[in-house]
């Protein structure tokens, strides 16, 4: 497609629902990001995909956050049992190459969740 | 210690005039690259400018400048000429290393463009 593209944009669960966060990144792109971006705060670095491979998983949270990119184009990201204090916008960045590029980085307008 | 430090939580400008938006950072690694993300209303993070630390030139962009200096560890985003639609929050952004490495964010500025 012609840019990053995250579904729903918008998702209310209740308390110990699990959701799941879909990214649908530019087509070729072989980088694959997910941050997590409280309100009034900047993105913060959840995890990285080179291809379908899960490099660097350091920034989740804990261990009800578990993210996938099985054929290494669109990913999934699922919290679990969720919290109050998973309520953010979650927004998934996409890159041809790997993320050691001047500008590589495109991103999605998020997905917005709000646990209640 | 924070890695990206933007101390203006916001910013106001009158249309036509140029702002500027700071940032300063934190590292002890001599590779490393800066970044400025506009994020409007709908919230997507659109790419403005990169400098890397090697690059003898402060980078330009169309309106957008990074006044880049290495000794201050400091990567100012001026724009020039401020238009209705650049009212939006501001990330500064570093990634550190040449090889892989995330970006960390600072916490943003938010610019309001008035008529």
């Known amino acids: 497609g012609a840019g990053v593209s995250q579904s729903p944009r918008y998702k209310v669960a209740k308390r110990g629902q699990d959701v799941a966060l879909r990214c649908d990144p530019i087509s070729g792109h072989v980088s694959l990001f997910w941050y997590q971006q409280a309100l009034g705060q900047g993105p913060e670095f959840l995890t990285y995909f080179q291809n379908e491979a899960q490099l660097d998983k350091s920034g989740l949270p804990s261990d009800r956050f578990f993210a996938e990119r099985p054929e290494g184009s669109v990913s999934t990201l699922k919290i679990q049992r969720t919290q109050q204090e998973d309520s953010a916008v979650y927004l998934c960045?996409?890159?041809?190459?790997?993320?050691?590029?001047?500008?590589?980085?495109?991103f999605g307008s998020g997905t917005r969740l709000t646990v209640v | 210690a924070q890695k990206i430090t933007q101390t203006q939580p916001g910013m106001f400008v009158q249309e036509k005039e140029a702002v500027t938006l700071d940032c300063t950072y934190d590292?002890?690694?001599?590779?490393?690259?800066l970044f400025w993300y506009k994020q409007p209303s709908s919230g997507e993070m659109i790419f403005l400018i990169y400098?890397?630390?090697?690059?003898?030139q402060n980078a330009t962009e169309g309106r957008y400048s990074l006044n880049f200096q290495k000794a201050r560890k400091s990567a100012n985003l001026v724009i020039s000429a401020s238009q209705l639609g650049d009212s939006a929050m501001y990330f500064c952004a570093m990634r550190e290393g040449s090889g892989y490495s995330t970006l960390t964010f600072g916490k943003g500025t938010m610019l309001l463009v008035s008529p």
């Open positions: 400098q890397g630390s090697y690059d003898q």
């Open positions: 960045a996409s890159s041809l190459v790997g993320p050691g590029g001047e500008g590589g980085y495109t």
């Open positions: 590292t002890s690694d001599p590779s490393y690259g």
